[in-house]
């Protein structure tokens, strides 16, 4: 370990509205040294998932808020450089949460050990991560789709939505999708295999949207809120269910957006329940072993939107708040 | 059967906005005979519900309108008055949806015989009716509340409320109402025994509330809407449950009242659920026992608020949509 300076991407300041590059600063620090029991990992892929938009505020969100002038946090697929713990040794690769920086310090506690011929290492912070986990467990055990049914869900071509509208479709659902742009949403048909993808930009959205759900929208799975979600409303059917993950069209507003009327909620006998995916543990088991096997069949298809380069991170990441990926972010650190 | 004049009152038109005695219009027409397999059904007790000021308007809800120049619908206590149906005999009591009027035809379908000595009959459309049903499963099945958990009910003297509560208790949980006037909240406390009771008209309601909820609020039992809903949201624990059977407090508004923040949905995982009582018909028969059980060993009471005269219905029935009456409403028609 020749590495003596670990860069880290603080969070500076919290944004008023719209986060900017402003709130956060690139420093560098000395490498850490493992006390007996730790180990130092070394970061080689770091997610950039929406959520961070609200780890960035103060306000109470579902999980604390980043602390200002720490490392912004983040999960990672991360390399065991140093061991001075009986349960890891030096090569180990790990899926930890050691956040925007080159290096870290861990117990060992809530590292997962991960192989790296099972799967590409970045996929364990997509597909067979977080957000594969939140598609499987939000779809199934809140959207409980039927076969025969329509599923919606937006942000389509990204790291959460590829697999839910997957999912449906295994599940015997017609998938209708919502992205932004032409190129996202042909990628979506065309590699995913929806059955349609509207583009959010069109001037006529609501109309398309409607004309590619002929029976109405069972379960949306609700990511992002805002005209997406003032679109699919109309078109809920009785006891439709909207599981609630997500409303990354609504983060940056200042004050609060109000939600559909509730009495849509009464006369069509909706279900809206928000959830994040440690709230379903139980079920997380069974997704990660339902997850790896359609991903080794090549049932789920998915894709990477990767950036070399920590220094990165701040600009893909504000990236991602206008839907400038294209599949799920990530950044490569080493 | 001397009897020649069956009293009806039609809905003779819909309201725009706040309903009025001009929507209804009493009329006398030749009391019908029963064809073969018919049985003429005379109203002893009809029962007012705030869910028909639903039925007024043809906008969409979650059943169909009453139809313009037909009497208007409900549910009765019914004796036969006639019959040509083997199954029933004159003097049968049943539970019947005959409407408001003094006589109606039934070929037995939908009839529920009752017994006169289990219970005062028109417990049958109280707590032993439709409104206990969708207390018992709203708050069950939808609210799952659980031992030590704060329960919070509107209109929590009325027919639905008083039982969400009551069971409330039962279940160990701590039930707080809420009720228009003093003597209302005296007596949901000092009779039904929940733990408290805020007037909702209380220039300080809203802190009122929050005090009487000091480990904030599991399960929202939503039949109101309006002012109460805004109290309870800000309450709200994570995981809460909110059943949402009506909206009384937002019937008579013309545009769309918006919802809560969907943030708050998100942030603190609530699930909000529209429901009415026939959605949950497998637990119906769980229902009917519980509640008759609890009825007759005196573990849930009730209050009636009885009116005789038909001709009194529409007038009980607009005041009831303002909270005039004090328990269950019911008109005493024969």
């Known amino acids: 370990m020749a590495a003596t300076m670990n860069r880290q991407i603080l969070l500076k300041s919290r944004p008023a509205g719209e986060p900017s590059a402003a709130n956060f600063e690139l420093v560098g620090r000395p490498v850490p040294r493992p006390d007996e029991g730790q180990v130092l990992l070394r970061t080689l892929y770091l997610s950039l998932d929406p959520y961070m938009r609200g780890r960035m505020s103060a306000g109470a969100s579902y999980a604390a808020s980043a602390e200002l002038g720490r490392p912004m946090v983040g999960g990672t697929v991360s390399e065991v450089a140093e061991s001075r713990n009986p349960g890891f040794a030096v090569g180990d690769v790990v899926l930890s949460y050691a956040g925007w920086q080159d290096y870290a310090l861990s117990t060992g506690g809530g590292l997962r050990k991960l192989d790296p011929k099972a799967a590409p290492l970045q996929a364990y912070l997509g597909v067979l991560g977080m957000p594969g986990t ?16 329509t599923v919606v869900v937006a942000a389509a071509s990204g790291a959460v939505g590829s697999v839910v509208g997957q999912i ?8 209708v999708g919502v992205a932004g742009g032409a190129a996202k ?7 995913l295999g929806f059955d349609a993808c509207v583009d959010h930009r ?8 409607a004309a590619a759900c002929p029976s109405g929208i069972d379960v949306y799975f609700e990511n992002v809120g805002g005209v997406v979600q003032q679109a699919v409303w109309p078109l809920l ?3 439709a269910r909207v599981p609630l993950c997500g409303l990354i069209g609504q983060y940056n507003g200042g004050a609060p957006t109000p939600g559909p009327d509730m009495r849509s909620i009464l006369s069509r006998r ?7 995916v440690s709230d379903l543990a139980p079920k997380h088991p069974e997704a990660a072993e339902q997850l790896a ?6 049932r789920i298809k998915y894709r ?6 920590l220094e990165k991170a701040p600009e893909s990441f504000l990236g991602m708040l206008h839907g400038k990926n294209f599949g799920k972010l990530v950044i490569k650190v080493a």
Do not use: H
């Open 270 to 276: 909706l279900t809206v329940r928000g959830f994040i």
């Open 202 to 209: 069109a001037p006529d959205f609501a109309q398309q949207l």
């Open 185 to 191: 949403c042909k990628f979506v048909v065309e590699e």
């Open 134 to 149: 939140t598609a499987y467990c939000g779809l199934l055990e809140i959207g409980q789709p039927q076969p025969g049914e």
């Open 237 to 239: 059917n009785n006891f």
């Open 304 to 309: 990477e939107d990767v950036v070399a380069g």
């Open 293 to 298: 096997e359609w991903y080794r069949s090549g």
């Open 168 to 175: 449906a479709k295994i599940k015997g659902c017609r998938a």
